[in-house]
């Protein structure tokens, strides 16, 4: 029974909303890389699908323009691609950068 409950607490704890990256490996960070200019790195876990990244990064988007005062913001670059080293194997990953619209 216990070994069922540590089972269910693991997947749910890898299903749960992303966040700003923490150090677990998933989630998004942001830097700011020329005058209202931002890079966006979304990354995400095994449990995590390339539409649930891509929704991410429009969220991550859309917080950084909020955070920066933007009254807009438009996509500059963006890749997806998957991380196939052997530590992140089949977790999807997003690069963008975004240009903040005054």
């Not at 216990?2 to 089972?7: D, V």
């Not at 966040?19 to 979304?42: C, E």
């Amino acid at each position: 029974m216990m070994r069922m409950l540590i089972l269910a607490f693991v997947f749910f704890a890898g299903c749960a909303e992303m966040r700003p990256d923490s150090g677990r490996g998933w989630g998004y960070s942001y830097k700011r890389i020329a005058p209202d200019t931002y890079h966006i790195h979304v990354s995400g876990n095994r449990f995590t699908s390339t539409g649930d990244a891509e929704n991410l990064f429009r969220k991550a988007s859309n917080k950084v323009a909020e955070l920066n005062h933007c009254r807009d913001y438009k996509v500059e670059t963006y890749s997806t691609y998957i991380d196939n080293t052997l530590y992140g194997a089949g977790d999807p990953e997003i690069d963008g950068n975004i240009i903040c619209l005054r």
